[in-house]
């Protein structure tokens, strides 16, 4: 866990900056520049007295790796700054990070509200797992705000928002849910994977918690998994508290690969904004696509919020084909320039239909209470340049 001490403040700083700069203002191990990776599972100490002050928290240090770890707060330091929190600390995965947090937060008897359309993993610890242990699992229709205030109204502990959402990039109002969760006294916690710090800060917005899968933008490389909370301090300590024990810990190696991911965050997220927006502006003019979901289109119902909340519209679009499911089938394995693979946010393009990715677990009925069409394609552009990759799907759309 790292907590913000405000000895070193970044606010003044830009995201590119800071991502760089912060937490390195000074010489390293044996004076090296680069961050030191630091593989130790152990931390050594001159006599006990030492040794207890750091177990007290009196001083600052490390003890054992499940519980801390240099390069690991490292990174907890950059996002710290990053999110605009009080406070972070970081997890094995994403997964990790959220079910660590709702755990912590809730217990029986405790009330969650929270949307149709989170995660295909966050949906799971909704409906399967937290049911288990007696919590109150209410998941709304995601983009019906009234029936989410009325349910946040009705008595909510947590409050768990995604936006925009996978795999139908649907968009909600950050402010005016936080804004109805403040009213309760509910935590608000708000999954930010697709968007990072760069496109969308809801800590800014009054949210309590804000978390992301490190897995993809972050890291930014598709070689390292990890998971970061950011937020009011008291909350974080619980779920740190929680993760110790629970043993969920962040690998040092994947911290290292987090703070160099880091250093291009906002190039990249730069990068990913302009080419998914090309790329669904192309895809809206093709005879063979039914329709695009890209909250930066002005067709997309959920443009107005986005351009409210968001700085990018993020580098995930999906679009679905006439064909359906058959055309689907048909025109992946055309691509030259994306991976058929389940991952999004690393360099390469990667493509997928719900069913194979983020929605493997559910039936045609479900998907289509979800509103996801069998011929969508989710498309997770990547760093590469537009014009190759239109040019690619051009060529597959043509051979259909
Ligand atoms: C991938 C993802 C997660 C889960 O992250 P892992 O690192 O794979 O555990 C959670 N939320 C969103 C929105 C994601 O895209």
Known sequence: MFVNKNEETWSDKKPGTASIWSGENRLFFEGSTGVPLVHSVSFGYENCDEWYDVAMERKEG????RNTNPTVQLFEKKMCLLDGGEASTSFATGMAAISNSLFALLGPGKRV?????????????FMEFLPAYDVDVMLCETTDHEQLEKE???GCDVLYLETPTNPTLKVIDLQRLIDAGKKTGAVTIVDNTFSTPINQKPLELGADLVLHSATKFIGGHADAMGGILSGKKELVEKVFR?????????????????????????LRMQRSNENAMAIARFLETQAQVESVFYPGLESNAGHEIAKKQMKGFGGVLSF???GGFEDVKRLLPKLEHAYLA???????????????TSHVETTV??????????G????AVGLENSEDLIADLKSALNAL
């Not at 490390?62 to 790796?65: D, L, M, V």
């Not at 040092?252 to 965050?265: E, Q, V, Y």
């Not at 009925?365 to 069998?374: D, M």
């Open 342 to 356: 389940a991952h999004l946010g690393g360099a390469n393009t990667i493509v997928g239909p719900p069913r194979t």
């Open 152 to 154: 946040i109204a009705k």
């Open 320 to 322: 679905s084909l006439k």
């Open 113 to 125: 509200v929270s949307l149709k359309d989170t995660y295909g993993g966050t949906s799971r610890v």
């Open 376 to 379: 969508l394609i989710r498309y």
């Open 242 to 266: 929680y993760r110790e024990i629970n043993g969920a810990t962040l690998h040092p190696m994947a911290a290292f690969l987090m703070i160099r991911g880091l250093k291009t965050l906002e």
């Open 365 to 374: 009925e479900q998907r289509k209470e979800l509103g996801i069409p069998e």
């Open 62 to 65: 490390h003890i054992y790796g």
